[in-house]
C-alpha cells in the first residue's frame, strides 16, 4: 500500500489505543491515525471525514459495542471495521460480523505483524463489498429499467389488442355495410336490367335505331353493375364464413369445356388461342359446380386480360390420390415477385392507379381465394414478369371427405 491511509481508532484506554499506532507504525503502513476515547467522539469523527480503516473497542464506556457498530453503518461509511475484543471477549465475535463488522481481534494479539494482516484483509473485503455493493446497485437500476420497459411493452400491448378489436369491429361494419348496400341495390338493379332486356325483345319495331343503342348499353352496364355487386356480396360473405356450398357430382372435362367457351369469344377479340388438356382417369368430382366454375372463369378472364400475344392453356392433372390440380397458364405481362402475395388482397392490383391499362376491382383473386379454401383447397402462383403466369388451384376430388 503506498498511499496514506486514514485510520480511526476508537479506545478508552489510552495505553491500548497507543499499542495499535505502535503496531501500525512498525508495520509497512503508511497511515495517518485519528484517535477517539468514546463511541460519541468516533461518530462525530466519521460524520466528518471518509476512513480507510475503523478499530474500534469493543467496549467503551458511553455505547454498547452492537449499537455503536449500527449506528457508525447508519452513518453510509464504507470504511472496514475491526472490532478489537478484550480478554474473554472472543465468543461476541459471531455477533460483531452479524452486526456489521469486517473482522475482529484479540487485543491480546495486536502486534505488527498480524495489524498490517488485518488492515490489508479489511481494505480487500471492504472493496470487494464496495464492488459487490456497485455490482448490485447496477443489477437494481438494470432491474427497475426492464421493469418499466416490461410496464410499457405491456401497455403499447394492452393499446394493439384494443386496436386490433377496434379494426376487427370496423371490418366486420364494413362487411356488413357492403353485404347490405350490395343486397339493396341488386333489387332496382335487377329491375333495370328486366326492362330494359324487355324492350330490347324482339318484335319491338317502333324503336328508332338511337333509342335502341342507348337501351343496349344500359343492358350492358346494367349487368356489369350487377356482376361487381355480386362480387361485393360473395367477397362479404365468404369474409363472414357464410357462404354455403352446394356440392354435386359432375364431370370436370364438361365444366371446364362449358367455361372456356365463355371467354373464348374474349380469347379470339385478342387473337390468343386457349388449349385444354385433361389428364384424368377418373372425370368424376364431387363439388359445387357453380362456384368451380366461378373460381375457373375469373381466373380465364384474368389470363386473358393480361396477355397480349401468345395464349392460355389449362391443364389439370391427379397430383397426388384424389387431389386434383386445375392450372391456368398465360403468357402474360407476368407479375414481380413482391406482388404474388398480395395481388389474392381484396382492392389489390398490382397497378393502383386511376390511369391503370387493365380495367378491374381487384376483387377477383381475393374471391377466388376465399372460394378455393371454402371448397378445401388451395390456390398457388408461379410467374416470370413479362413472360407469363400460372395459377394453379388444388381441390380435393371430393369435397367434404377430410384428406388423410
Ligand atoms: P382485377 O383483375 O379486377 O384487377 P384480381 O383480384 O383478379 O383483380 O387481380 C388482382 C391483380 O393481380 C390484378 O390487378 C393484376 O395486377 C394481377 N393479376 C391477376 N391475374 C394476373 C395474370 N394472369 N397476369 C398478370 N397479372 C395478374
Redesign the pocket.
Known amino acids: 500500500m503506498d498511499e496514506t491511509l486514514n485510520i480511526l481508532v476508537v479506545d478508552d484506554d489510552d495505553i491500548d489505543r497507543m499499542a495499535v499506532t505502535r503496531a501500525l507504525t512498525k508495520a509497512q503502513v503508511t497511515f495517518r491515525a485519528i484517535e477517539a476515547k468514546t463511541g460519541e467522539a468516533a461518530i462525530a469523527h466519521l460524520k466528518q471525514a471518509q476512513f480507510d480503516c475503523i478499530f474500534l473497542d469493543y467496549r467503551l464506556p458511553d455505547y454498547e459495542g452492537l449499537e455503536l457498530i449500527r449506528k457508525i453503518h447508519a452513518l453510509k461509511q464504507h470504511a472496514p471495521l475491526v472490532v478489537l475484543t478484550g480478554q474473554g471477549d472472543e465468543q461476541i465475535a459471531v455477533d460483531v460480523m452479524k452486526a456489521g463488522a469486517t473482522d475482529y481481534l484479540s487485543k491480546s494479539r495486536i502486534s505488527s505483524v498480524t495489524l498490517e494482516k488485518v488492515l490489508q484483509n479489511a481494505i480487500r473485503v471492504s472493496q470487494a463489498e464496495v464492488l459487490v455493493e456497485m455490482a448490485n446497485q447496477k443489477i437494481r437500476e438494470s432491474n427497475e429499467l426492464l421493469r418499466k420497459q416490461n410496464q410499457e411493452l405491456e401497455l403499447q400491448r394492452q393499446q394493439i389488442q384494443l386496436q386490433n378489436l377496434k379494426l376487427i369491429e370496423a371490418s366486420q361494419l364494413k362487411s356488413q355495410f357492403l353485404a347490405t348496400m350490395s343486397h339493396e341495390i341488386r333489387t332496382p338493379m335487377n329491375v333495370i336490367i328486366g326492362f330494359s332486356q324487355l324492350l330490347l325483345r324482339p318484335g319491338q319495331e317502333n324503336l328508332t335505331h338511337y333509342q335502341r343503342n342507348m337501351l343496349e348499353k344500359i343492358f350492358s352496364n346494367g349487368k356489369h353493375l350487377l356482376e361487381l355487386l355480386n362480387d361485393v356480396l360473395d367477397l362479404s360473405k365468404l369474409e363472414a364464413g357464410r357462404m354455403e356450398m352446394k356440392p354435386d357430382c359432375f364431370d370436370v372435362s364438361q365444366a371446364i369445356h362449358a367455361t372456356v367457351n365463355e371467354v373464348r369469344s374474349l380469347a379470339a377479340q385478342k387473337h390468343l388461342s386457349i388449349d385444354v388438356q385433361v389428364e384424368l382417369d377418373n372425370l368424376e368430382v364431387l363439388h359445387d359446380v357453380h362456384r368451380f366454375r366461378q373460381v375457373l372463369v375469373?381466373?380465364l378472364?384474368?389470363?386473358v386480360?393480361?396477355?397480349d400475344e401468345g395464349g392460355v392453356a389449362i391443364e389439370v392433372q391427379e397430383i397426388a390420390s384424389d387431389v386434383i390440380e386445375i392450372a391456368?397458364r398465360?403468357t402474360?405481362?407476368?407479375?414481380a415477385p413482391e406482388?404474388t402475395q398480395r395481388?389474392?388482397e381484396?382492392?389489390?392490383?398490382?397497378?393502383q392507379s386511376t390511369t391503370?391499362r387493365?380495367?378491374?376491382?381487384?376483387?377477383?383473386?381475393?374471391?377466388?381465394k376465399a372460394l378455393v379454401q371454402a371448397m378445401q383447397g388451395e390456390i398457388v402462383?408461379e410467374?416470370v414478369l413479362g413472360k407469363?403466369?400460372v395459377?394453379r388451384f388444388r381441390l380435393p376430388r371430393r369435397y367434404g371427405v377430410v384428406q388423410s
Do not use: M
Open positions: 375469373n381466373l378472364s384474368n389470363a386480360k393480361f396477355t391456368v398465360d402474360g405481362i407476368g407479375i406482388h395481388i389474392f381484396a382492392f389489390r392490383q398490382v397497378d391503370r387493365y380495367p378491374g376491382t381487384g376483387l377477383g383473386l381475393a374471391i377466388i402462383v410467374s407469363g403466369s395459377f
